[in-house]
């Protein structure tokens, strides 16, 4: 079952979140400081994934283009937009923002390596041992993105659900269409890229920064473009020289 991975995933993330829910009897000392140092493990886990970058150029590039696509498209406040939406059908809370919270945890959740190479290895191989780590590891979050941040943490799970399954289900497929040594050029230019997001959401979460993150998603889009093309050229390039 090629979305069993991303099930689990989900089912995490909202067991997580309602755990989190309870752990209210923490003074809001302990909780700054609790969420400071996940924003500090946050920020050095992408700067790891950016450092994987085989060829930063793309991902400077893919960011470019990428924020300005997100600018145009407005997505950071359409996501907002559903969190405040979410908030007027879950309530108000005391911990903050629901739009905050489901913003903040969607975005941690989604761009990563874990997300992609879990969900093609659910696809491909029916392999989900990737995505069951990432659900310990999210669940975990979950707990104490929702004591900090609040419910809207919750909702994250569905665009991660829906990411992800997409995902695997193309993977299904695509094999057929993509060699394996694209694949692993697509993996690690994603991975830089999205590193580039985890750093900004870190510094996000210390209060330093207010970088509208998810107006950067495109780039993950755009990277896999420029993966493919400098593919395609090197490939030309390589039969050109053969005929000389």
């Known amino acids: 079952m090629s979305l069993l991975g991303t099930i689990v995933n989900g089912i995490a993330i909202i067991a997580g979140s309602f755990l989190g829910l309870f752990w209210t009897n923490i003074s ?7 969420l400071q140092a996940m924003a500090l493990a946050v ?3 992408g700067i790891g994934m950016g450092l994987k970058s085989e060829q930063f150029l793309i991902v400077i590039a893919s960011l470019a283009v990428g924020g300005a696509l997100g600018e145009w ?4 406040e359409r996501l907002n937009a ?3 939406w979410l908030e007027t059908k879950v309530g108000k809370q005391d911990k903050g ?6 913003v903040t945890a969607t975005l941690v959740f989604v761009v990563g390596a874990m997300s992609i190479v879990g969900a093609l290895d659910s696809g491909l191989r029916q392999q989900h041992d990737v995505l069951y780590t990432k659900a310990l590891i999210d669940g975990f979050c979950a707990i104490l993105f929702t004591s900090t941040l609040g419910i809207g943490v919750m909702f994250s799970a569905i665009p991660v659900v829906l ?14 269409f993509v060699s394996q040594e694209l694949m692993d050029a697509l993996i690690v230019e994603i991975t830089g890229t999205g590193g580039i997001m985890i750093v900004a959401i870190g510094l996000n979460l210390l209060g330093i920064t ?3 993150v998810a107006n950067l998603l495109p780039g993950l889009l755009i990277a896999t473009i420029l993966v493919c093309i400098v593919e395609k050229w090197e490939r030309i390039l390589a039969f050109s020289q053969g005929l000389m």
């Open 28 to 34: 809001d000392r302990y909780k700054d400081t609790i």
């Open 43 to 45: 920020t050095i886990l």
């Open 73 to 76: 498209w407005n997505l950071e």
């Open 82 to 84: 559903i969190g405040k």
């Open 97 to 102: 923002s629901v739009a905050t919270g489901f």
């Open 163 to 176: 990411y992800q399954g997409i995902i695997a289900l193309m993977a299904t497929q695509i094999d057929r």
């Open 210 to 212: 207010k970088i509208r």
